[in-house]
C-alpha cells in the first residue's frame, strides 16, 4: 500500500523577505541625479538566444540616448533550455539539458547546482517561485520518466521525486503543455491528459527534511495552459480565464475579473515596488490569429488588465522591479514602461534589440554596486 501524503495547503507561510534587502536599494540604483525627471535605468537584461547555444547581457539606455542598448557580456553555451532570475537579483539561473548552473550579472562566477541522482538528466523547463528562493526543474528523457527536483537559491537539493507513468495523448496544436510551479516546498505539475483536459499532480515531503518528496494521485481538471506563482498562491492559466488553483492544484473554475472569462496560454509574474504583477497572453500561434494583446494587472481588484501591446510570437517576458517589462520574441528585444503605462496607458515602447535568432529567455539582473565617491 503507498502512504499517502499529509494534507497541505499550497500556501505556506511566506518567507522571511531579508533575502530581498537587495532589491530595497533598487530605487537608489535606478534614480541618478540627472537633473531631469527620467531616471537612469541600471538594471541588465540577460537573453538566451541561437536556440539555447548563447547567453549575453545588454543594459538598456534611458529613452533620452539614442543608442538603445550598451552591450555587455556573450558567452556561448551549450544545450540552454531557460533562464530565471535568482532571489536578490545579482544572479541568474541558467537551465542546460543537463542541468542547472547561476552566473552573476557578468555572466561569470559559474556556480553549478548539485548534481541530480538520476539515472539520465534531460531537463526541459524550470519554474521559479514568486520570490525566486525556490526552482522547480522537470527532466524528461526520450522514452524515460518525468522526474521533479526542488532547489533552493543557492543551488543546494532541496528534494526530487519520480512522477507516476503516464500515456501523454497524440501531439497536437491545442494539446496543453506541461506546465510546473513552485510555492514554498510544494510543487505543482499539470499535464496533458489522454481524452482531453489535464491532470495535476501535488509533490511535497512528507516531513520536513525528507529529500525525497511524496507525489499525489492524477486530479483531472480542465486543459491548463500555463501555471504561475503570484502572491501567496499558484494561479492556472485555462480556456475559461486565469483561475486560482486549491490546496490540491485544481483550478477553482472561477476566473478573474481582470482578465475575464477567456482563455490564455501563458502567465509571467513579478514585482515592481509594492506591486506584484501579473501578465498574460494568448499565444497567436496556437490561435492562428494576427498579433494577440499582451495583458498586465497590478493585481487592484478595482481594476481590469491593462493591455500593454499586441505581440506576435513572445517567447518569453520579465517583469522588473524597476517598473519596465521586457517582451521577447524569436527576434525582438522590446521594453515597456509599465508603472507609467498603467496609470496613463502609454507604456511608452522602445525596440532594444532586433535581429536576433531564436530567442528563448529572457531575465532581468542587478549590475554590481560601484562605489562612488562625493
Known sequence: MTPQPNPQRLSPQPR????????????????????????????????????????????????????????????????????NSLS??????????????????DLADVQPFAALPFAQTCLVQTASSASRDRLLTLSQCPNGPQQLALY????SLVWTALLRAYLPPTPGQDVPPVSLAVLG??????????????????AAPRNSGDTV????????????????????????????????????????G??????GARRFDRLWSGTAGSQNLLAAWRSNVLSNQSAQPLLVWDGNTSRTAATVASVSDLRDLTL??????????????????????LQSGNFTPRVLLTGLNDARAVVWLVPPVTATTD
Open 88 to 105: 536578490g537579483g545579482q544572479r541568474l539561473a541558467l537551465t542546460l539539458n543537463t542541468g542547472i548552473e547561476s552566473r552573476d550579472s
Open 152 to 155: 533552493n537559491a543557492s543551488g
Open 16 to 83: 522571511p523577505l531579508a533575502r530581498l534587502s537587495a532589491l530595497v536599494l533598487l530605487p537608489a540604483l535606478l534614480a541618478a541625479c540627472t537633473g531631469t525627471e527620467e531616471p537612469q535605468v541600471a538594471l541588465r537584461v540577460a537573453l538566451l538566444t541561437d536556440g539555447g547555444a548563447t547567453l549575453r547581457t545588454v543594459t538598456p539606455n534611458a529613452d533620452s540616448n539614442s543608442a538603445p542598448v550598451n552591450a555587455d557580456k556573450t558567452v556561448a553555451v551549450t544545450d540552454g533550455v531557460t533562464l
Open 320 to 341: 522588473a522591479p524597476d517598473g519596465n517589462l521586457y517582451t521577447l520574441t524569436a527576434s525582438t528585444l522590446t521594453r515597456y514602461n509599465t508603472a507609467l503605462g
Open 254 to 259: 472561477t476566473a478573474l475579473a481582470a482578465f
Open 213 to 252: 518528496a511524496e507525489v499525489s494521485d492524477p486530479l483531472p481538471t480542465p486543459a491548463i495552459r500555463a501555471l504561475v506563482a503570484y502572491n501567496q498562491g499558484i494561479l492556472a492559466a485555462t480556456d475559461g480565464g486565469v483561475q486560482k488553483v486549491d490546496a490540491a492544484g485544481v483550478p477553482d
Open 185 to 202: 516546498d510544494v510543487g505543482l505539475v499539470a499535464r496533458p491528459r489522454v481524452g482531453g483536459g489535464s491532470e495535476v499532480l501535488r
